[in-house]
């Protein structure tokens, strides 16, 4: 068997393009980073990049080298010692992942089941979560009708397969509960996400349209993050791919020079 015989057994359908195509129009810096460094002595430090409106930003690096640590440091769950965060040029403080929402960023954590799903909630509970403060009425209820619209909105746009808004998140596939998070998140209308191991554990097919959904955020003008193990992955998807090392920055590549040597 060869890597496509296998793909189109799984998926049920011949897959020519592992990665979709998508034009590249990639504007102003959005995200500035500026000499990051941990609290913790043995993380990241001094770490300094940009990040442009309509671009994916790659980060790769083997495990270890800090890549999580540092977008938890953007979301404002890891402390620094030092180091400027700019969105749109101006500096801003993100002490909290209540912050990093006031800013129009959203995360998508490495470990789905540990720090990502409910298992035991619904999969509106799950879409909805993030973000229901706007789902409040006047007397400060949470509005049901409201939540299940915005998830079957979303339940359709992201092609999620799950019986009813209802079922319990855990029963779906991994790569529909995957999804499910990624639609948790766009409903807060981000600017920059923030995606950690977006595919990993889930099959071939929904990794595409995983990517799909990449590339039309991207296309619209939002700015992805994405931290990936993968190397044909990171070189397939990302615009620049930014390599660390034991919570060192040791280069950025441009996708055109980037192979997996």
């Known amino acids: ?38 609290i913790h002595p043995k993380s990241f430090r001094n770490v300094s990049f940009e990040l442009r409106r309509g671009e994916v930003l790659g980060v790769g690096g083997l495990v270890g080298a800090q890549r999580t640590e540092v977008i938890e440091a953007l979301f404002g769950l890891r402390a620094l010692s030092k180091g400027k965060i700019f969105i749109n040029d101006k500096e801003v403080k993100i002490n909290s992942p209540i912050e990093a929402k006031k800013h129009k960023i959203a995360l998508l954590t490495e470990e789905r089941r540990a720090t990502g799903i409910f298992p035991i909630l619904s999969v509106v509970d799950n879409t909805s979560v993030a973000h229901l403060a706007s789902y409040l009425n006047k007397f400060h209820l949470i509005s049901d009708k409201r939540r299940k619209t915005d998830a079957v909105t979303h339940i359709k746009k992201m092609n999620i397969k ?48 995983i990517y799909t ?49």
């Open 1 to 38: 068997m060869t890597t496509n015989m296998i793909i189109s057994k799984m998926v049920g359908r011949d897959m020519t393009q592992r990665f979709p195509e998508r034009e590249r129009h990639i504007g102003e810096v959005i995200l500035k980073a500026e000499d990051l460094t941990s």
């Open 162 to 209: 799950t019986p009813t808004v209802s079922t319990l998140i855990q029963s779906l596939s991994g790569g529909n509960q995957q999804k499910v998070l990624v639609a948790r998140w766009l409903l807060t209308d981000p600017d920059i996400l923030l995606l950690d191991e977006p595919t990993r554990g889930i099959d071939v097919g929904a990794k595409y349209e």
């Open 213 to 261: 959904i990449i590339n039309d955020l991207v296309g619209q003008g939002k700015s992805v993050i994405m931290i990936s193990s993968e190397m044909p992955e990171l070189i397939g998807m990302s615009d620049r791919i930014m390599v660390m090392s034991n919570g060192i920055l040791t280069g950025i590549v441009d996708r055109e020079e980037a192979n997996e040597e």
